[in-house]
């Protein structure tokens, strides 16, 4: 079996999403699902149930992660579907490196977007009081404040360049 494909499918959906997502903020349904059902087609045809199996627990790990992240309101819906797509196609390990990369590339990012606003240090303290006001209080409530003033940006943005950092250094 040629390992070359299912990156190279892997790609076409992730190309696909970051379109959307630039434009729109979202990534669709379509895009996700297609992504999913093609990757586990293409486990099957590929490898039988072998194959499915890789898949499936790619899937598990990439939805798994992402899910506790969306349930954080730290990513969308779209981007939970998404990273179990990457991991129906290219299994567990190359899903997790993916993650990882982005998820790096979207901290390095949203320093870079603070810094450009001058906007660092007002974070940072802002940050400082609200731990600080929630082990005072001893609630959660001063946590949950400061996330109306997270940013946002299309979270593709830094999966683009962490799947291929990933795809570069396994």
Same mark, same amino acid.
């Given at each position: 079996?040629?390992? !070359?494909? $299912?990156?190279?499918?892997?790609? !076409?959906?992730?190309?696909?999403?970051?379109?959307?997502?630039?434009?729109?903020?979202?990534? $669709?349904?379509?895009?996700?699902?297609?992504?999913?059902?093609?990757?586990i087609a293409y486990?099957?045809?590929?490898?039988?149930?072998?194959?499915?199996?890789?898949?499936?627990?790619?899937?598990?790990?990439?939805?798994?992660?992402?899910?506790?992240?969306?349930?954080?309101?730290?990513?969308?819906?779209?981007?939970?579907?998404?990273?179990?797509?990457?991991?129906?196609?290219?299994?567990?390990?190359?899903?997790?490196?993916?993650?990882?990369?982005?998820?790096?590339?979207?901290?390095?990012?949203?320093?870079? !977007?603070?810094?450009?606003?001058?906007?660092?240090?007002?974070?940072?303290?802002?940050?400082?009081?609200?731990?600080?006001?929630?082990?005072?209080?001893?609630?959660?409530? $001063?946590?949950?404040?400061?996330?109306?003033?997270? !940013?946002?940006? $299309?979270?593709?943005?830094?999966?683009?360049?962490?799947?291929?950092?990933?795809?570069?250094?396994?």
């Open positions: 079996m040629n390992m !070359i494909w $299912p990156f190279a499918g892997c790609l !076409i959906f992730l190309a696909a999403a970051f379109y959307t997502d630039i434009k729109t903020m979202k990534i $669709p349904n379509k895009i996700t699902m297609a992504f999913i059902i093609t990757g486990q099957l045809a590929a490898r039988g149930l072998e194959g499915l199996l890789f898949g499936l627990k790619g899937f598990a790990a990439g939805f798994g992660l992402m899910y506790l992240l969306y349930c954080c309101r730290a990513v969308g819906g779209g981007d939970v579907k998404l990273f179990g797509g990457i991991g129906v196609w290219t299994g567990i390990f190359f899903t997790l490196s993916s993650l990882m990369y982005s998820v790096l590339a979207a901290g390095v990012i949203g320093f870079l !977007i603070l810094l450009f606003r001058g906007e660092i240090f007002s974070r940072f303290a802002g940050v400082w009081r609200s731990v600080y006001g929630a082990v005072i209080l001893r609630s959660t409530g $001063p946590l949950k404040d400061s996330r109306r003033n997270m !940013i946002r940006f $299309p979270f593709m943005v830094a999966v683009l360049p962490g799947t291929v950092l990933a795809y570069l250094y396994m």
